[in-house]
Antibody, heavy 116, light 110 residues
Framework: EVQLEGSGGGLVQPGGSLRLSCAAS????????MNWVRQAPGKGLEWISN???????YYADSVKGRFTTSRDNGKDLLFLQLNSLRDEDTAVYFC??????????WGQGSLVTVSS | QSALTQPASVSGSPGQSITISCTGG?????????VSWYQQYPGKAPKLVIS???ERPSGVSNRFSGSKSGSTASLTISGLHPEDEADYYC??????????FGGGTKLTVL
């Protein structure tokens, strides 16, 4: 069974940084691209990043230059480094596996709150 | 990277069918057959219900079906059940390993 477990959320001040993690199990993590998707309180889903198996990463314009996605294929871990955080980055951040251009498995989400 | 357009809400009675539309443009829905639909209950992670416009993942009820015409994709749920009441999101591949979601549609089963 595919499982994704996110961690690392919390309260951070504007301009601050945070790192989210997503632990994968139940599949060959090193073979599959992964994604980060976020959801602001009461709002819809927003795709923010995809990372290929070879660690090449792609980003939405809204986070480009501030967020960095990485992965450790030896430890089955996905990471999202969030820098220069803004109020509007407050959201639940989901990790999701990419299979044939759709997101077939999702983590439970990690809440990031940006507030002074 | 503009969001896809979905109706904010739809409703139907048990047993009826509903259709949710998802309109994009030439850079996403109109160019790729990589349209997916997700069901989300409050406080939960989304669940994939349709991939590649029409494909139903294992375990998803055959009451869920998808289609696409031009730059508009659609999700149809037939024979509505009370447990279908949820938020539904479409998503489309938009090239160069980027994706875009719709704004979401709240389905109410009356």
């Amino acid at each position: 069974e595919v499982q994704l477990e996110g961690s690392g959320g919390g309260l951070v001040q504007p301009g601050g940084s945070l790192r989210l993690s997503c632990a994968a199990s139940g599949f060959t993590f090193s073979d599959d691209p992964m994604n980060w998707v976020r959801q602001a309180p009461g709002k819809g889903l927003e795709w923010i990043s995809n990372i290929r198996a070879d660690s090449t990463a792609y980003y939405a314009d809204s986070v480009k230059g501030r967020f960095t996605t990485s992965r450790d294929n030896g430890k089955d871990l996905l990471f999202l480094q969030l820098n220069s955080l803004r109020d509007e980055d407050t959201a639940v951040y989901f990790c999701a596996r990419d299979v044939h251009f759709s997101f077939d498995s999702w983590g439970q989400g990690s809440l990031v709150t940006v507030s002074s | 990277q503009s969001a896809l357009t979905q109706p904010a809400s739809v409703s139907g009675s048990p047993g009826q069918s509903i259709t949710i539309s998802c309109t994009g443009g030439s850079n996403d829905v109109g160019s790729y057959n990589h349209v997916s639909w997700y069901q989300q209950y409050p406080g939960k992670a989304p669940k994939l219900v349709i991939s590649e416009v029409t494909e139903r993942p294992s375990g998803v009820s055959n009451r869920f079906s998808g289609s696409k015409s031009g730059s508009t994709a659609s999700l149809t749920i037939s024979g509505l059940h009370p447990e279908d009441e949820a938020d539904y999101y479409c998503s489309s591949y938009a090239g160069t390993f980027t994706w875009v979601f719709g704004g979401g549609t709240k389905l109410t089963v009356l």
